[in-house]
T-cell receptor, first 113, second 116 residues
Framework: DQQVKQNSPSLSVQEGRISILNCDYT??????FLWYKKYPAEGPTFLIS?????DKNEDGRFTVFLNKSAKHLSLHIVPSQPGDSAVYFC????????????FGTGTRLKVLA | GAVVSQHPSRVICKSGTSVKIECRSL??????MFWYRQFPKQSLMLMAT?????????EQGVEKDKFLINHASLTLSTLTVTSAHPEDSSFYIC????????????FGSGTRLTVV
């Protein structure tokens, strides 16, 4: 049972345009969400997080939106740059538990120059 | 910032042998570390939670006798893959968080294990 889903395995975007990566979850107990970026053969790098008390969090070119009623979050990257090409994972946890994170399956973003 | 060092980055071993992977928090103490495994084109799957000074907590389906975890100090957790088989070949990653902050996880750079 995949509690965190990223239904798009890949996404291609032109440089300078907006990249939108989506993530859905099923467990209503999840109340904290993270986005990670991962290059091949490397560990994930933290990008941005959001708590369920917010519906938006912004950090530079990265903005995460959370729609609790739809159990959906999205990561917006604007403007997209070729260096953003990587696999992006969303992860969710319940702060009432042991803070274990459940990861989505990832979306491979390719930004075309 | 918090740094987690993982060693080795790549290891090839023969079937039947054991391999130890180290995860160190370099500039902070970590009472809890997490071990993940990633198969090609799949998600990071949590294997176990490593607790300093006590037994690790394994996720359902993970064999604790095969994947031995030792968290003997506040800066070091080790994962030993015992009697390795080719199906154990995978990318193993650890993570830790300083000060018990549940939302500040830093990941190690990962270990690519190939069992031949």
């Amino acid at each position: 049972d995949q509690q965190v889903k990223q239904n798009s395995p890949s996404l291609s975007v032109q440089e300078g345009r907006i990249s939108i990566l989506n993530c859905d979850y099923t467990n209503s107990m999840f109340d904290y969400f993270l986005w990670y970026k991962k290059y091949p053969a490397e560990g994930p790098t933290f990008l941005i997080s959001i708590s369920s008390i917010k519906d938006k969090n912004e950090d530079g070119r990265f903005t995460v939106f959370l729609n609790k009623s739809a159990k959906h979050l999205s990561l917006h990257i604007v403007p997209s740059q070729p260096g953003d090409s990587a696999v992006y994972f969303c992860a969710a946890s319940s702060t009432s538990g042991t803070y274990k994170y459940i990861f989505g399956t990832g979306t491979r973003l390719k930004v075309l120059a | 910032g918090a740094v987690v060092s993982q060693h080795p980055s790549r290891v090839i071993c023969k079937s039947g042998t054991s391999v130890k992977i180290e995860c160190r928090s370099l500039d902070f103490q970590a009472t809890t570390m997490f071990w993940y495994r990633q198969f090609p084109k799949q998600s990071l799957m949590l294997m176990a939670t490593s607790n300093e000074g006590s037994k690790a907590t394994y996720e359902q389906g993970v064999e604790k006798d095969k994947f031995l975890i030792n968290h003997a100090s506040l800066t070091l957790s080790t994962l030993t893959v015992t009697s390795a088989h080719p199906e154990d070949s995978s990318f193993y990653i650890c993570s830790a968080t300083p000060g018990g902050n549940p939302h500040g996880y830093t990941f190690g750079s990962g270990t690519r294990l190939t069992v031949v």
